[in-house]
């Protein structure tokens, strides 16, 4: 039996998508040359390349205003969204009387209320982190209060005879259990807070040294600069992948294969 040329798994699990992507792309520029598409319509990828690398300076400095905000927003949205699980956890009245405000943020589309939030904060970038943040925040709740609500009930019980408090219950069993459920609301949470910085700053429409890429998209969209809009574009679905990506190699350097519930 012949082994694999690469042995490592993880490159192993790369190869597939990777392989696919460069067929795409090699189908969209081939059919973008082929059929004379103008790049007015829809460029080509060695056209979004070098309007890439033409822009590449301001486009950069977006894209940190945009992380910045990002981040800000998944870093909040991770310590509430883990208090108010915690919060659920220790109280059934609690949980049944706040759930569905929760519920109810989640639903709620951030286009509606970012005019507002806008409007009442005067401070356009902490206007913005709060959109990001109520639309990141739910999964962190969610996830979190699954992962800590779902212990070994032959565990739970033998905490109960040895008359474990409810503190010592939640360190040495609950959190230990919800880890995995935890990590996977990371995942989801960070791809959300990227998302609502994006449409926030839609929205908010700023310009300046602070505009993040939506900003970019929308004055490219305004001067007909297509190339430069898909590359602004490809920035952002770049940062959405470095996001999720990196929230994977948390959770396997924290757990392992241990506690991983799409590993269970």
Do not use: H
Request: proline share 6%; aromatic share 8%; hydrophobic share 55%.
């Amino acid at each position: 039996m012949k082994r694999p040329l690469v042995q490592d798994p993880r490159v192993q699990a790369a190869l597939p998508p990777l392989l696919v992507g460069i067929l795409v792309l090699g189908l969209w520029e081939a059919a973008c040359r082929g059929f004379a598409i103008p790049e007015y319509l829809f460029p080509a990828p060695s056209v979004i390349a070098a309007s890439l690398v033409q822009n590449g300076p301001d486009l950069l400095r977006a894209l940190w205003s945009t992380l910045r905000v990002t981040l800000i927003a998944f870093a909040l949205s991770t310590v509430l969204g883990t208090l108010v699980a915690f919060l659920f956890v220790q109280s059934r009245f609690i949980e049944r009387g706040f759930f569905p405000y929760a519920v109810m943020l989640q639903v709620t589309p951030v286009v509606a209320v970012a005019p507002l939030i806008i409007i009442l904060v005067r401070d356009t970038q902490v206007a913005l982190v709060i959109c990001a943040t109520i639309i990141a925040i739910f999964p962190v709740i969610s996830n979190t209060t699954v992962g800590l609500r779902s212990v070994d009930p032959g565990l739970s019980n033998l905490m109960r005879v040895y008359r474990a408090s409810r503190m010592q219950t939640l360190l040495r069993l609950r959190i230990p259990s919800a880890l995995g459920y935890f990590f996977a609301g990371l995942r989801i949470s960070s791809g959300l807070a990227l998302i609502g910085a994006v449409v926030a700053e839609f929205v908010a429409g700023t310009g300046g040294r602070s505009a993040g890429l939506a900003y970019e998209i929308l004055q490219a969209g305004f001067q007909l600069d297509i190339p430069r809009m898909f590359a602004a574009l490809s920035l952002i679905t770049l940062a959405g992948i470095l996001l999720f990506l990196a929230m994977s190699g948390l959770s396997r350097l924290a757990l392992g294969s241990w506690g991983d519930p799409e590993r269970a």
